[in-house]
């Protein structure tokens, strides 16, 4: 690929990711319903409908469907987009550079953003304010402020969780990595970049409990197309000795842009400092800053999220330790390409899913038994979906993935790990879905005390993944595959305590009877089918794998593959 060809295709797809992402927001309800209507055909449930009289559970299950419609969209073009970038970013930087910038400068960002925001965010999801109201009284007034303060704390955690993590990270790199060039210029941007993020963060949990999805969907979808561009032009404009620094730039471009788009909508009402509230209980008045329920609450959930955050970004603490920065390229373009799938589909799914159970089953009211129906719908739901993605993956993906590895995948970069980490990725796609959806469940529904057995729990989890992730990379042998094999294990293991806690939350409510297992398995003749289907792909892999790896060489080997991908999804509608 040429750098003219590159400037061109790069150019000409931000001209249309740019355009869909400033028009995604115009959809009307009737599109979001037929979205909604297709997801439930699609899983045979039709229990739904009888709980949508209600006007306030329409309302929020209208604007939950519109954000998960809205952010699909929005992950679907910027993910498309970042994929037509890195396939001409793996032809213009060195597997060092990409090993570095992808993964442990996104891990140093992802580590001061999980710290700083994860417990507030999720703890204010279950806030309900009326700063939309002007007729509130005093009292509502002051709480409101009293929540609003809380949602300041990511800005303030995160000036001493930038200052610390960015030094740590500069004091412990490797010879290897911060002999590149401008390498501490480019974390001090990318620190930089996290405030930038985290100054838009009061407002991002704003317009989320006002459930204005659309605010977001406009800010990330501009935010991503200037990032992508903003790295690609100097990319390809300046000598490679600057592309960190291109990479770095374009991380703060997003950050920047992320702010001004939320400051557009609320930059008249935006405050960045705690305000002082007159609270009045049992008729004595007191001044106060936070709401106490709250903040305990945020205090939990932060203290769990530095547990959860190395289970989740577990494989890249080791990978960025224990393999080469080559091997960090490989395994960095892998994970982009495996994980395609669950950051267009399953991360919008999974935040939204935790706004709307955080607002069905708030735990600070007592819901009403149409709520816990439609929560067990929704949960059942998703989860019968994932099962069909699962059967889909493992049936299927294995048979063909040596040939999309050959066409996907730049020549130097197969002899790296990508192909083996790809081959893991089948398995670890559909338990990123589990996964995510049950802790989103979770994470909405949690008191503290629940909060603090999952802590002792993820510690338990965290002490078996890096002995698995020991023992499977480096005494079996499987190298980077082996972190991910270990991580398939730990999200396995967080999603049966998740699905744990879902039965014993329905059971306590005496609506254990509508959640079941068995609500998210296809039926038999599903199961057969898939079943002949990998047994047929698996032979006709066999009886082709001597011909050359080209849609051309490959034609019938694919043939046989559509034509048992049809078999399966009729037995699916029928």
């Given amino acids: 690929m040429t750098r003219a060809v590159a400037i061109t295709l790069v150019y000409h797809v931000l001209i249309l990711f740019h355009y869909l992402i400033i028009n995604s927001t115009d959809m009307s309800e009737s599109d979001f319903t037929i979205s909604s209507n297709l997801i439930l055909a699609l899983t045979r449930q039709r229990a739904l409908n009888d709980f949508m009289a209600s006007p306030q559970p329409r309302s ?50 992802s580590t001061i953003l999980f710290l700083s925001r994860e417990g507030v965010r ?39 969780i930038t200052v610390a993590s960015a030094s740590l990270y500069l004091n412990t790199s490797s010879s290897s990595t911060s002999s590149q060039p401008h390498f501490r210029l480019s974390v001090v941007i ?26 977001r969907v406009r800010a990330e979808g501009t935010a991503v197309a200037l990032k992508t561009f903003t790295a690609f032009i100097m990319l390809v404009t300046l000598s490679s000795d600057w592309a960190l620094v291109a990479f770095a730039v374009g991380q703060a471009v997003y950050g920047l842009a992320l702010l001004l788009s939320f400051l557009r909508v609320y930059g008249r009402t935006a405050r960045f400092w705690p305000k002082k509230a007159q609270i009045t ?47 960090q390229g490989g395994y960095a373009i892998a994970s982009n390409y495996g994980s395609l799938v669950a950051r267009i589909v399953f991360q919008p799914i999974e935040e939204t899913s935790r706004v709307f159970f955080s607002k069905t089953l708030s735990v600070s009211s007592t819901p009403p038994p149409e709520a816990f129906q439609m929560a067990s719908n929704i949960l059942l739901t998703l989860l019968l979906l994932f099962t069909h993605l699962l059967l889909l993956l493992v049936t299927f993906a294995p048979p063909y993935l040596r040939l999309a590895v050959s066409m996907l995948l730049p020549p130097r970069y197969l002899t790296t ?41 993820m510690l338990v989890f965290s002490i078996g ?18 972190l991910v094999w270990a991580n398939i294990a730990n999200l396995t293991l967080r999603a049966i305590y998740a699905w744990t806690f879902v039965k014993r939350f329905f059971l306590q409510r005496e609506a254990g009877q509508i959640v079941s297992w068995t609500k998210a398995v296809p039926p038999l003749p599903v199961l057969v089918s898939f079943v002949l289907s990998a047994i047929t792909t ?17 034609i019938n ?7 048992c991908l049809a078999g399966c999804l009729t037995a699916w509608y029928v």
Avoid at 145 to 157: D, H
Avoid at 288 to 311: C, I, N, W
Avoid at 435 to 457: C, H, K, M, P, V
């Fill in 465 to 482: 993944f890096v002995i698995a992730a020991v023992v499977l990379s480096q005494f079996l042998e499987l190298g980077d595959a082996g």
């Fill in 60 to 109: 929020l299950l209208s604007a939950s469907l519109a954000s998960a419609s809205s952010l699909v969209l929005l992950q679907l073009f910027s993910r498309v987009f970042t994929f037509v970038l890195n396939q001409a970013l793996v032809r213009l930087v060195s597997p060092q550079i990409l090993g570095t910038a992808a993964i442990q400068f996104e891990l140093l960002l």
């Fill in 557 to 563: 080997h694919i043939a046989v593959g559509v034509a």
């Fill in 122 to 160: 999720n703890a204010l999801l279950r806030s309900s304010t009326n700063q939309q109201d002007t007729s509130t009284s005093q009292k509502d007034v002051g709480k409101d402020i009293l929540v609003s303060n809380i949602s300041l704390l990511p800005v303030l955690l995160g000036i001493p």
């Fill in 417 to 457: 790990s990508a192909p083996k980490i790809l081959q893991t990725y089948v398995y670890y796609i559909p338990m990123m879905a589990f996964n995510g959806i049950l802790e989103a469940f979770f994470a909405s529904t949690a008191t503290s005390a629940d909060l603090r057995a999952q802590s002792r729990w």
């Fill in 281 to 327: 209980v049992h008729d004595n008045t007191k001044t106060q800053y936070f709401d106490d329920e709250l903040l305990h609450l945020s205090a939990a959930m932060t203290g769990q999220s530095v547990v959860k955050h190395f289970l989740t970004e577990g494989d890249k603490f080791l990978v960025s330790r224990l393999s080469p920065l080559a091997d």
């Fill in 190 to 215: 990318y620190a930089l970049a996290a405030f930038f993020e985290l100054l838009s963060e009061p407002l991002y949990i704003r317009a989320q409990n006002e459930l204005r999805f659309d605010i």
């Fill in 538 to 554: 698996r032979w006709s892999e066999s009886m082709y794998h001597n011909y050359p790896l080209s849609i051309r060489g490959q």
